[in-house]
């Protein structure tokens, strides 16, 4: 029997890499595979939420189909997405490891390598978790933060820069945290600045806990 402890919530999560163009060839982007957005998203899905989730250029697929998946390439192209959303829905997980610079100019034909250095000028993309948060009305937003030193410090400043009710941290000093992992370790922070960290677990079961996290706070 299904679950439905989340039903008659719309949740909007976000998944993967974005891909900032260089050239109609190339590309800057991360090595998120989506897989930590995409569990997130079905363990929302099967406890009965309605689920948005938008994705950049990932190979994952949805196992429950009930699942409403928006493809995107660009940070400014799911930065439009999760405006669109964000007034019709209660929770975002933004677990998307979006690019922090794009280039400033995209060349309109492949770049030819005549010089022996090359440089690419780039500018700030928008801060897509930090202009949800100044949106932010009846909805519980949920970051992550993926740090390689100053871990706790650095995850806090985030939840005051943008706002959230509670981050995800993730390490990559931590064996088996991180990018592409079937697994994760991933400490718990909320804006109260209380501080949980969580033991080695599959994707699936650190969705569970983020799941479990978020009901936590409707059930008050
Ligand atoms: O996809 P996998 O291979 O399974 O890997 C999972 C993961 C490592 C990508 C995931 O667990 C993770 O940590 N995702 C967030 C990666 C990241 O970009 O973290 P950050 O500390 O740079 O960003 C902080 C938060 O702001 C994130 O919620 C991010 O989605 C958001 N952000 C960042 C930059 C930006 N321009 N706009 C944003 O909304």
Known sequence: VAETSLKGKKVLVTAGPTYESIDPVRFIGNHSTGKMGFDIAEAMADKGAEVILVTGPTHMKNRNTTIKNIKVESAQQMYDVCHQYFDSVDVVVAAAAVADYKPKVVAAQKIKKNESTFTIELEKNPDILASLGERKKQQYLVGFALETENEIEHAK?????????????NSLNDEGAGFGKPTNKVTFIDKDFNIFPQELKSKEAVAEDIVNKIKEHYEI
Do not use: C, P, T
């Open 157 to 169: 400043a985030k939840i005051k820069k943008k706002n959230l009710d509670l981050i995800v941290l």
